[in-house]
């Protein structure tokens, strides 16, 4: 089980509230995106990153945020502006040279 | 823009039941196409690229340009391949790079 490592698996939040996922890589892929995951919707971009210190918004951005201070890391806040956060939510990273992803086995976000 | 369309939600066959999962995708670049499945539990993996044209677990993809189509084919189902299947597509690589996934075909294999 090497490559991206998301916690938690499963985490709770209270509604007001923000909440952190956690994504880290060891792959030394230069790329990291976070995807939302929703049954009959498929996968959604929410933002992505090709560099330190740089990230762009996906197609689902609003409600959320990211930071890339580390190559190796690529955090996602839930803020309590986002008015459905209950989902399943996947971290990828990709060698751009290569193609394609590596995903994370993702955390399943509850509000409460 | 990206768009992958995969036009059955679910696919149910029997075993050694030959099976094709749909794929059609619009981009106006040179198109790059990957399957990607997610078995029961498990993490996303990729399934097979059309670069690489090779068959993995009995699945061959060909992408079709002319009718903008990389559908999935297998000619005798298992009941392992029983899963989430998902068509992607990435843009032309270079410092923008990025997945369209399509919704998603889950696919069940009956006995």
């Known amino acids: 089980d090497g490559g991206i490592t998301q916690s938690p698996k499963y985490l709770f939040r209270k509604e007001g509230q923000n909440v952190t996922l956690s994504c880290e890589q060891n792959l030394n892929h230069d790329a990291m995106y976070w995807y939302r995951q929703d049954p009959g919707q498929g996968l959604r971009l929410i933002y992505y990153s090709q560099i330190v210190n740089d990230f762009q918004k996906g197609d689902i951005a609003e409600g959320y945020s990211v930071s890339r201070e580390k190559k190796e890391s690529f955090p996602l806040t839930v803020t309590s502006a986002q008015k459905n956060p209950t989902a399943f939510y996947l971290c990828a990273s990709s060698d751009p040279r290569r193609g394609g992803y590596t995903f994370g086995s993702g955390t399943r976000l509850t509000v409460v | 823009a990206q768009r992958v369309t995969q036009p059955e939600k679910l696919l149910s066959v029997f075993k050694g039941a030959p099976v094709e999962l749909k794929c059609n995708y619009s981009?106006?670049?040179?198109?790059?196409l990957f399957w990607y499945v997610q078995y029961s539990r498990q993490r996303l993996q990729l399934l097979l690229r059309?670069?690489s044209r090779e068959s993995i677990k009995g699945f061959t993809a060909d992408l079709n340009k002319g009718e903008t189509s990389f559908h999935l084919k297998k000619p005798f189902a298992q009941e392992e391949d029983s899963a989430m299947y998902y068509c992607a597509l990435g843009n032309s690589g270079g410092s923008n790079y990025k997945l369209t996934f399509g919704k998603g075909t889950l696919l069940t294999v009956n006995p």
């Open positions: 059309h670069i």
């Open positions: 981009y106006s670049g040179s198109p790059e």
